[in-house]
C-alpha cells in the first residue's frame, strides 16, 4: 500500500451514505483541507445537492462531487462508510463488485439500538463482535476495513470551530490504519490514536451510545480525550 500523501492526491475519497450529517461533516472538513471528495447516495440528484451544499461552504478551491454510491465506489479507494446500522450490511453486499483491490473501507457505523426502533443511547449486539468487523466479513477480501471516527459529534463537524475530541482508529492492516489516522488529523482539533486491532472497534463503537446518552442528559456535544500517552501516540 502506498503513502496517504499518493493515495488521497491522486484518487478522491468516496463517502458512502455522504448526504447523512456524519457524512456531509466528514466532507467538508476534507473538503476544507485540500481533500477531493466523493458524496455518495442511493440517489445521484441528492449526491449532487449535497455535493454542491458542501463546496460551496468549503470554497472555491475544494473539489466535492456527488455521484450514487456504487459509481462513487468505483471512482475512490477511500471509502468513508456513513450509513445508519440496519442499512450497513445491505449496502456492502450491494456495493461489493463496485470496489477496487487495495481500496480501503473506513468504517463509522455505531450499531445503536435507535436503528432498530430502540433508544439511542444503546447499542444491539453484532454476531461478529463490532459493525466494523461484520463490514469485514462483507467486502472483498482484498479491501482492509479500518474502524474510525465514531464519537466525533456529526454537529460539531458541520459547524466551523475545530473539534475537541481525539479518534482512536482500529484496524488489522497498519497502512491503512496510518492512511485513516492522517485524515483523521486533518480535521482541525482531532488527534488520531491507534486503536489496535479492528476488534478493538466493539468498544469504540459502544463509546458513541455512552456520549449519546450524555448528550441527551445534559444537552452537549460530547467527545473524548485519551491522555497521559507520549506525544508520539497521537499520529
Ligand atoms: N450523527 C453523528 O453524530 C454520528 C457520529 C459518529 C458516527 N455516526 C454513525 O455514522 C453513521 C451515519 O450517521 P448519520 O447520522 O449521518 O446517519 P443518517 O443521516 O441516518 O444516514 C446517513 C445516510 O445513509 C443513507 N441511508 C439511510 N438509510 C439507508 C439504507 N437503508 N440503505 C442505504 N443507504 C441508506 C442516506 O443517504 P441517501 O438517502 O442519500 O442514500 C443517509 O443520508 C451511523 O452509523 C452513525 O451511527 C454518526
Not at 446500522?85 to 487495495?102: C, R, S, V, Y
Not at 476495513?145 to 473539534?163: R, W
Not at 460530547?222 to 501516540?233: E, F, S, V, Y
Request: net charge neutral; with cysteine.
Amino acid at each position: 500500500m502506498t503513502t496517504t500523501a499518493n493515495r488521497s492526491g491522486t484518487r478522491p475519497i468516496a463517502v458512502i451514505g455522504g448526504t447523512g450529517p456524519a457524512g456531509m461533516g466528514l466532507a467538508l472538513r476534507w473538503a476544507r483541507a485540500g481533500e477531493a471528495v466523493i458524496i455518495g447516495s442511493r440517489n445521484e440528484e441528492r449526491a449532487q445537492q449535497t455535493a454542491a451544499a458542501i463546496q460551496h461552504r468549503a470554497g472555491p478551491d475544494a473539489n466535492v462531487s456527488g455521484m450514487e454510491n456504487s459509481v462513487a465506489c468505483a471512482a475512490a479507494d477511500i471509502l468513508m462508510l456513513t450509513v445508519p446500522f440496519e442499512a450497513q450490511a445491505a449496502l456492502l453486499k450491494q456495493l461489493k463488485p463496485a470496489m477496487t483491490e487495495g481500496s480501503i473501507l473506513i468504517d463509522a457505523t455505531v450499531p445503536l439500538a435507535a436503528s432498530v426502533g430502540g433508544r439511542a443511547s444503546r447499542t444491539l449486539g453484532v454476531w461478529q463482535g463490532s459493525a466494523a468487523q461484520q463490514a469485514a466479513e462483507l467486502v472483498p477480501r482484498e479491501v482492509s476495513v479500518v474502524a474510525a471516527f465514531h464519537n466525533l459529534s456529526a454537529e460539531m463537524l458541520n459547524g466551523d470551530a475545530p473539534l475537541d475530541c481525539d479518534v482512536i482508529v482500529c484496524s488489522n492492516d497498519s497502512d491503512a490504519a496510518q492512511l485513516t489516522r492522517e485524515l483523521a488529523a486533518k480535521i482541525p482539533g482531532v488527534r488520531p490514536i491507534d486503536g489496535g486491532p479492528l476488534q478493538n472497534a466493539r468498544i469504540v463503537e459502544q463509546i458513541t451510545a455512552l456520549l449519546i446518552g450524555m448528550n441527551i442528559r445534559f444537552k452537549g456535544h460530547a467527545g473524548i480525550r485519551i491522555t497521559g500517552l507520549p506525544p508520539t501516540a497521537y499520529r
